[in-house]
Structure formats: C-alpha cells, structure tokens
C-alpha cells in the first residue's frame, strides 16, 4: 500500500466534508440521498429524503409558499416650521401690503432662514374688516387684512404669504401670492427713568394721604426734568410749520404752538421719536389751498393730505356720518396726528384744525395745548412701528393720560397746567364729537378699579364710552405716577410693556411694586382726584409748588 502525505489527507478530508453540498444541487423526487431525514431547499421547494425499499431517493418535495418582500412605508415629507427661541414675546403683525377675501384666502407669515422661506405656526390670527382698509387702491377693495400673532425673534426677515383670492403684486410658479420681505426692528431698549425730583416726597405708603401734593409734585419734577434735557438733542430741529392765510388771520398766535412743542420735545427728548414733524394749521376754507402747499414742503406730503380730506370729508367716500368729520366748528378747534405708512417714524405731523371766534375763547388755549397731546400721541406710535395696532399691549389709562398729563405739564406755569386738565370724566354721543358728562360726579376707588380692568382689555377699553373715561381717569392716574416715579417713568413701562413684558413685571421694574398691589392705592387715590375736580376750589385746593 502506498503512503499517503498528510497534505493529502486533509485535501481528501475536505472533500469529503463538501460532498452533502454538492448532492444538495442535485436534489430533485426519486435522486438517490445519502441520509434519511435530511432536508434540502432547492427552487424554493423543499426535498425530504425518505427510504424507499432498500435505498434513500429524495421524495416529491413541497413548494414552500414565498414571503412576500416588504413594500418599504412611503416617506411624509414633514413641513419645515421656524421656531423662535423667544418663546415670550408675542408679536402682533398686519398684512398691510394685500387685501384678501376672509372666506376663500389663507394668509400665514413665513420667515427666511438659509435662503428657505419657514411657515411660522400661528399664536391667534385673523382679519381685520375695516372699510378703506386696503392700503393699496389698485389692488382692489376687499376690505381685509390678514393679522397674525406669532413668536419671532427681533431681526428676522419674514413675509406674507397667501393661497386663495387675494390681490397682491408678487406671486410664485404656483400662483398663491407674498408680500415684500420685511425685517422685523430690534426693540427699541427702555429707558431707565430719572427719579423724582423736587423734594415732595411722595411715596406708595403716603400718597392716599398726600392728594393735595400730587400736583405740585409732578409739575416741578416736570420742570426739573426740562431743565435737564435742555442741552440734550430732540426733534425740534426737524420741525416744520405751515400756517395758512386764514388760520394766520383768525388766530394771530399760533406761534405759541411751535413753544409749547418744542417744550414738549425737551421734556421727552431721551425717548425716540421721528427726526421730520411737521406743524400745519390750516381751515375749512384753506383746505385746498393748504393740500397744494403741502406739496411743495415735502415730497411725501400724501399722508397729510388724506388727513385734511378726512377732517374736512373732501376725500371721494366720506364715512357716512362719521363723528370725525369738521365742516363746521362751533368755535371749537380740533387736533389730528398723521404718519407716514408702513414706516410710521419717516416722518409724523400735526394738524390743527383754525376755527373762527375760537381765538376769543377757551379754542386758542385748548388747539395750542392739544398740538402736544397730539405729538405725544406720535411718539407712543412710533415705539411701535409697521402695525395697525400701535396700542396692543398698552391699557387705554395709559394711551390716553400719558398725552392728557404731558399736554398740560408743559405749560408755562402751573395754574395753566391745573387749567387745562381734564378730569370731569364724560360719555361719547353717538355723534361722537361732542360728549356728555356723567351724572356721577362722585367716584368712589371700586368703580376706579373696576375702570382699570376693562381698560386692560382691548374689545372693553375699546368701546366708545369705556374709551372716553381714558382722558379723566387716565390723566390722574398718569400724574400720581409721575409724582412717585417722575416725568420719565410712564414711558419706562410703556417700552417695556410694548417689547413684551407683562404688566406687573414691567410696573415692578419701574415703579418697585407690582401693578396688582398698586392698582388698589392708585383707585383710591384718582376716586379723591376726580370727586374734588368738581369743587369749586377745584384749582385751588392744591398744593402751590
């Protein structure tokens, strides 16, 4: 016998071991196997090998039912939403450039992050359904506009982007129609405001005690405060006036206008305002004229002179019946702020209606002063820019007092500014210009209170009568915090509260108490206010600074 190598034997080892492989190609019904049992696979059908007589054949086999091949989900494309890390603040947005049909148009604002314009999920949203809403003529009057609240963080670039009827200029490949882009400003930083002065005083613990001094109190702190900010830069520089030839010859002292102005801009010189105002007094006679004039003194005089078509309804569709409307005057002059639009701090301007006789009387002195609350009104819009709502965040106390206070502080001295105060609260008409007086003449701190609440809500504060109680209850009320927090402090929570800021953190910030604690001191306080302004030493009972 010849020897065989290990080499050769692990060759022959291994074939051995491969030769159930190989039958197993070759299984198919009666093959000859090698073991009984054994299965084998083949085409997907299963061989078992069975003993038939003296031998081992693979049987007939059983076709194995297939498993289907999974059918892989379908992939959702998910939309891509911005999300502000801001998660506080709630900015109010007007779609001011298309006007939309509620009913068959969505409206949403998308905000641009790495050249993709990202849906923004919306906190509240809706129409505003004004007539002449529409800003822009050409684009149809469907008399809506589209508002969002939204979470955005300050300097963003957004749009508006709608699907369905609406009238816009610019629209995509697939029809739906955007706004221009738009970066939404950095807030404006609240000021901190200057403390008191003029050695009164006067604090929460006191001040219910102390009503006598609250006057004297704010009036000197105002007149430190002028004092001051008389080097400090304000908009008195970009002052421009227009007199018209009558307004000239019915009232030849206007020129006392552009002083109480330029006090007013002194006293609020650190809070930002629009570098153009413009000061225009004109007639019902001068309407015109006055309009044509306009044009050749700025280039963008349109704003101011839809306002004169609208105090003197010389635009094509007055509203019927409109309260604001002045054909005639009945010896009463009357005071319009006007802006420019979207960007309402490009420049502002003040219209003062003339009217004859009204330079003998109370007109004269009521047109010089209300040019200021005017003004004051502009700078509270102009905190708040590109929106229809410039008030969102701001209780009506507050709209209306901080103009009521600031109107009359900057008189020259301080029986003009007991003089001119407001504070026998009254009710609208249903005509609207004129007003009557309530027949309570004694109020007591509930009712005050009860006042501030629904002045803190917008569809209450908003109603005609509640509104009018702004000018009485919210100049006392304006005026007992400038005597705690001095001349600056009411624009201090107003920034804050427009960037968002709830009031009772806002009012602590600035007033060192939360406004829930305060609410009840202040109630009492303008109840006493109000009641004695009815009094015959109504001007007199006060304190003499």
């Given at each position: 016998?010849?020897?065989?190598?290990?080499?050769?034997?692990?060759?022959?080892?291994?074939?051995?071991?491969?030769?159930?492989?190989?039958?197993?190609?070759?299984?198919?019904?009666?093959?000859?196997?090698?073991?009984?049992?054994?299965?084998?696979?083949?085409?997907?059908?299963?061989?078992?090998?069975?003993?038939?007589?003296?031998?081992?054949?693979?049987?007939?086999?059983?076709?194995?039912?297939?498993?289907?091949?999974?059918?892989?989900?379908?992939?959702?494309?998910?939309?891509?939403?911005?999300?502000?890390?801001?998660?506080?603040?709630?900015?109010?947005?007007?779609?001011?450039?298309?006007?939309?049909?509620?009913?068959?148009?969505?409206?949403?604002?998308?905000?641009?992050?790495?050249?993709?314009?990202?849906?923004?999920?919306?906190?509240?949203?809706?129409?505003?359904?004004?007539?002449?809403?529409?800003?822009?003529?050409?684009?149809?009057?469907?008399?809506?506009?589209?508002?969002?609240?939204?979470?955005?963080?300050?300097?963003?670039?957004?749009?508006?982007?709608?699907?369905?009827?609406?009238?816009?200029?610019?629209?995509?490949?697939?029809?739906?129609?955007?706004?221009?882009?738009?970066?939404l400003p950095v807030p404006i930083p609240a000021i901190t405001a200057h403390p008191v002065e003029g050695g009164y005083g006067i604090t929460w613990q006191n001040?219910?005690?102390?009503?006598?001094?609250?006057?004297?109190?704010?009036?000197?702190?105002?007149?430190?405060?002028?004092?001051?900010?008389?080097?400090?830069?304000?908009?008195?520089?970009?002052?421009?006036?227009?007199?018209?030839?009558?307004?000239?010859?019915?009232?030849?002292?206007?020129?006392?206008?552009?002083?109480?102005?330029?006090?007013?801009f002194t006293l609020f010189a650190r809070i930002p305002a629009s570098p153009k105002i413009f000061f225009v007094a004109t007639t019902y006679e001068d309407a015109?004229?006055?309009?044509?004039?306009?044009?050749?003194?700025?280039?963008?005089?349109?704003?101011?002179?839809?306002?004169?078509?609208?105090?003197?309804?010389?635009?094509?569709?007055?509203?019927?019946?409109?309260?604001?409307?002045?054909?005639?005057?009945?010896?009463?002059?009357?005071?319009?702020?006007?802006?420019?639009?979207?960007?309402?701090?490009?420049?502002?301007?003040?219209?003062?209606?003339?009217?004859?006789?009204?330079?003998?009387?109370?007109?004269?002195?009521?047109?010089?002063?209300?040019?200021?609350?005017?003004?004051?009104?502009?700078?509270?819009?102009?905190?708040?820019?590109?929106?229809?709502?410039?008030?969102?965040?701001?209780?009506?106390?507050?709209?209306?007092?901080?103009?009521?206070?600031?109107?009359?502080?900057?008189?020259?001295?301080?029986?003009?500014?007991?003089?001119?105060?407001?504070?026998?609260?009254?009710?609208?008409?249903?005509?609207?210009?004129?007003?009557?007086?309530?027949?309570?003449?004694?109020?007591?701190?509930?009712?005050?209170?009860?006042?501030?609440?629904?002045?803190?809500?917008?569809?209450?504060?908003?109603?005609?009568?509640?509104?009018?109680?702004?000018?009485?209850?919210?100049?006392?009320?304006?005026?007992?915090?400038?005597?705690?927090?001095?001349?600056?402090?009411?624009?201090?929570?107003?920034?804050?509260?427009?960037?968002?800021?709830?009031?009772?953190?806002?009012?602590?910030?600035?007033?060192?108490?939360?406004?829930?604690?305060?609410?009840?001191?202040?109630?009492?306080?303008?109840?006493?206010?109000?009641?004695?302004?009815?009094?015959?030493?109504?001007?007199?009972?006060?304190?003499?600074?």
């Amino acid at each position: 016998m010849r020897k065989i190598s290990a080499v050769t034997s692990l060759i022959l080892l291994a074939s051995t071991l491969m030769l159930p492989q190989a039958g197993a190609a070759n299984a198919k019904s009666g093959a000859t196997c090698t073991k009984a049992g054994a299965v084998l696979t083949v085409a997907n059908v299963k061989f078992t090998c069975i003993k038939s007589g003296s031998k081992l054949v693979w049987d007939k086999g059983v076709a194995l039912v297939k498993s289907p091949t999974p059918t892989p989900s379908p992939t959702i494309q998910k939309t891509s939403y911005y999300v502000a890390k801001d998660q506080k603040v709630v900015r109010h947005l007007v779609a001011n450039e298309g006007c939309a049909n509620p009913l068959t148009s969505k409206a949403q604002i998308q905000v641009r992050v790495s050249n993709k314009w990202l849906t923004v999920k919306a906190i509240n949203s809706g129409w505003y359904v004004k007539p002449n809403a529409c800003p822009v003529a050409e684009l149809g009057k469907k008399n809506s506009l589209a508002w969002a609240d939204v979470y955005l963080d300050p300097g963003v670039t957004f749009r508006w982007y709608f699907k369905g009827e609406v009238n816009i200029r610019l629209h995509d490949n697939l029809g739906n129609g955007y706004s221009e882009s738009d970066s939404l400003p950095v807030p404006i930083p609240a000021i901190t405001a200057h403390p008191v002065e003029g050695g009164y005083g006067i604090t929460w613990q006191n001040i219910t005690q102390r009503v006598n001094d609250i006057s004297a109190a704010s009036w000197t702190d105002a007149q430190l405060s002028l004092i001051r900010n008389k080097d400090l830069p304000n908009v008195g520089k970009g002052l421009k006036t227009y007199i018209s030839t009558n307004a000239a010859k019915f009232d030849n002292k206007l020129d006392e206008v552009t002083a109480i102005l330029n006090r007013t801009f002194t006293l609020f010189a650190r809070i930002p305002a629009s570098p153009k105002i413009f000061f225009v007094a004109t007639t019902y006679e001068d309407a015109l004229s006055t309009k044509e004039a306009l044009k050749g003194i700025y280039s963008n005089s349109q704003f101011m002179r839809n306002s004169i078509d609208s105090i003197y309804a010389l635009d094509q569709n007055p509203l019927a019946g409109s309260p604001f409307v002045y054909k005639g005057c009945g010896g009463s002059y009357y005071g319009r702020n006007t802006f420019t639009w979207p960007n309402t701090i490009e420049a502002q301007a003040l219209i003062l209606g003339v009217c004859p006789g009204g330079a003998k009387g109370d007109g004269h002195f009521e047109g010089v002063q209300g040019m200021s609350h005017e003004y004051i009104h502009l700078i509270q819009i102009g905190l708040r820019p590109k929106t229809l709502d410039s008030f969102e965040n701001i209780p009506c106390w507050m709209v209306e007092g901080e103009a009521e206070w600031g109107q009359t502080v900057v008189a020259t001295d301080f029986t003009n500014y007991l003089r001119g105060q407001h504070l026998h609260p009254y009710l609208l008409t249903s005509a609207g210009r004129d007003f009557q007086q309530t027949t309570a003449r004694e109020w007591t701190a509930q009712e005050v209170q009860s006042y501030f609440v629904n002045a803190a809500d917008t569809l209450k504060c908003h109603d005609v009568n509640q509104y009018a109680y702004s000018y009485s209850l919210g100049a006392a009320t304006v005026e007992a915090l400038a005597s705690i927090g001095g001349s600056e402090s009411i624009f201090a929570l107003h920034m804050r509260l427009n960037a968002g800021e709830t009031m009772n953190n806002a009012f602590k910030t600035v007033y060192g108490i939360t406004w829930d604690a305060a609410a009840p001191i202040l109630a009492e306080v303008v109840a006493k206010k109000i009641t004695k302004s009815w009094d015959k030493d109504a001007l007199t009972y006060q304190t003499r600074p």
